[in-house]
């Protein structure tokens, strides 16, 4: 399956802005590459691509006074199977989970495991360790929580959702990765695009959060928004919580004027030729519509 994915976001600036942007697929994304997944600007500056620990592929820049365009047009191969699912998959226990893991057993920056420890075992101490453990924490959030895009602000953390109620993507995420994490289960904030493949259209592209967790010896996808298998998602970012994969993170002021996100599955068999000839074509995605 070939999956053509990119964005168009217009921002303004009053005063010069550094940026570092994760805007791009993930280091270990496994699939072919049609075009280029990079970072284009207009106008024209500099831009410094680094990969962080986590694998992110970030790029830094400085904004210039006015406007800018940020785009990124590319077309990716994915294998077009559903995320996997393990009911069997057990947990580890502490002592024998890999040191790489152990980053992602404690608090962070949105997700306050140590405040939620209390509720999660009175929540979740009589489910079955493992598998069935992750996707009783991923039914309660999906139950627990109201999606809208009016719900979201970037100062929101996992309790704040859980007491409000609310929240976006990201915020299902976090509070699964939060209660994940309260009960030993190592567990790490993921997003990327994931467009309409198999599911009824949405609306408007945008980026998706979702999680992953650490059960018998790999990490497994798990989104507490959708809370069923999708199929198509292309990581971009991955860490302890948002904090670690902001779309955008400024160091000054910027007025987004424009955020059009594509995800599309290209239907019909074509040679790389005729990909490569399709991306000189404008995507037909809508732009999702922005909060004044």
């Not at 399956?1 to 802005?17: K, Q």
């Not at 160091?251 to 290209?266: A, E, H, P, S």
Request: hydrophobic share 45%; glycine share 8%; with cysteine.
């Amino acid at each position: 399956m070939f999956i053509r994915v990119g964005f168009e976001i217009i921002v303004e600036c009053p005063v010069e802005v550094p940026l570092v942007l994760a805007l791009l697929p993930h280091s270990s994304y496994p699939g072919r590459v049609i075009g280029e997944a990079r970072l284009h600007a207009d106008p024209a500056i500099a831009l410094e691509m680094f990969t962080d620990g986590f694998g992110n592929r970030l790029t830094r820049a400085v904004a210039p006074v006015g406007r800018l365009k940020l785009w990124s047009d590319c077309i990716v191969e994915n294998d077009g199977q559903p995320d996997v699912f393990n009911w069997d998959a057990g947990q580890h226990p502490i002592a024998e989970l890999p040191t790489e893991t152990l980053a992602f057993l404690t608090a962070s920056r949105y997700c306050e495991t140590d405040e939620l420890v209390a509720q999660a075992w009175a929540l979740f101490g009589d489910t079955p360790p493992g598998w069935a453990r992750v996707q009783a924490i991923c039914n309660w959030v999906h139950n627990h929580l109201t999606f809208g895009y009016h719900y979201g602000r970037p100062t929101k953390t996992a309790v704040d959702a859980m007491r409000e109620r609310t929240g976006v993507c990201r915020d299902f995420a976090q509070l699964s990765v939060a209660l994940c994490r309260a009960m030993n289960i190592p567990a790490r904030y993921a997003s990327g695009y994931l467009g309409d493949i198999g599911v009824p259209p949405s609306g408007p592209g945008d980026f998706c959060a979702w999680f992953e967790a650490f059960l018998e010896g790999r990490w497994y996808t798990f989104d507490a928004r959708y809370n069923t298998p999708r199929i198509g998602r292309v990581l971009m970012v991955r860490g302890r919580d948002a904090a670690d994969g902001a779309m955008i993170t400024s160091f000054g002021r910027y007025d987004m004027k424009l955020f059009r996100v594509w995800c599309d599955q290209i239907t019909e068999p074509l040679s790389d030729q005729a990909m490569l000839a399709l991306l000189q074509t404008r995507p037909d995605a809508p732009a999702l519509t922005l909060a004044p």
